[in-house]
């Protein structure tokens, strides 16, 4: 695998589902980054963590949890979601928040039913 | 006023035409600028970055920035078919755990 890597892919969830996105990073990054996708809309920055620590939580709900447990991976717990939550869960790493090159992975689409 | 403006589209050209995307913004703190391409189901690829204000060639992609005017451009040469993606302007104040301020996207077709 090379560069960054997101599964699933699509995820379906009920309203009062648990899920989890994975993200996975091949470069020796030390920055790793959520960010929501949604139609019509710029991306939204969620999260960013660097060398495991986080750095920022950008007013996200709290049905939204990031785990970080290196500098390869990411998840982000979902949990009781809103229709409106549903849109494209973009991953991205870069050498660390002092590098503004970012690299994304192919993005988990996501919906809430 | 939105920090970063971008026209949707979408833009339709024949092949082999010249486009031209922009973004204007309106944080004159900003200096570092980047433009992203985007394809159908797939995460944005970087594909230029450029400090302050000046032009960047790479092959037929050319980055523009007038500081001045708040304003930057990306002109595409001998367009192509597989360059038919949605293309997005991100810039940034600094570096060092700023974040990037990213425009909406302009989605290009080019036709055959």
């Known amino acids: 695998e090379t560069g960054v890597t997101q599964t699933p892919r699509h995820l379906v969830m009920g309203m009062t589902n648990k899920k989890s996105l994975k993200c996975e990073q091949h470069?020796?990054?030390?920055?790793m980054y959520w960010y929501k996708q949604s139609a019509k809309k710029p991306l939204e920055l969620m999260f960013v963590y660097n060398f495991k620590e986080q750095t920022e939580n950008n007013s996200v709900p709290s049905r939204f949890s990031p785990e970080c447990p290196n500098s390869s991976h990411l998840f982000l717990h979902l949990h009781t979601l809103q229709p409106e939550d549903s849109a494209l869960y973009l991953c991205?790493?870069?050498?660390?928040?002092?590098?503004?090159?970012?690299?994304f992975g192919p993005g988990t689409r996501l919906t809430v039913l | 006023q939105k920090e970063v403006e971008q026209d949707p589209g979408p833009l339709s050209v024949p092949e082999g035409a010249i486009v031209s995307l922009n973004c204007t913004y309106s944080?004159?703190?900003?200096?570092?600028f980047m433009w992203y391409r985007q394809y159908s189901r797939k995460g944005p690829e970087l594909l230029m970055y450029t400090y302050s204000s000046g032009n960047k060639e790479d092959g037929r992609f050319t980055a523009q920035v007038d500081k001045s005017s708040k304003y930057i451009s990306l002109f595409i040469r001998d367009s192509q078919p597989s360059d038919s993606a949605t293309y997005l302007c991100?810039?940034?104040?600094?570096?060092?755990?700023?974040?990037?301020?990213f425009g909406k996207g302009t989605r290009l077709s080019v036709i055959a």
């Open positions: 991205a790493s870069s050498q660390s928040i002092a590098y503004n090159e970012q690299f």
């Open positions: 944080n004159s703190a900003f200096q570092y």
């Open positions: 991100a810039m940034s104040a600094s570096v060092g755990n700023t974040p990037l301020v």
């Open positions: 470069l020796g990054h030390n920055a």
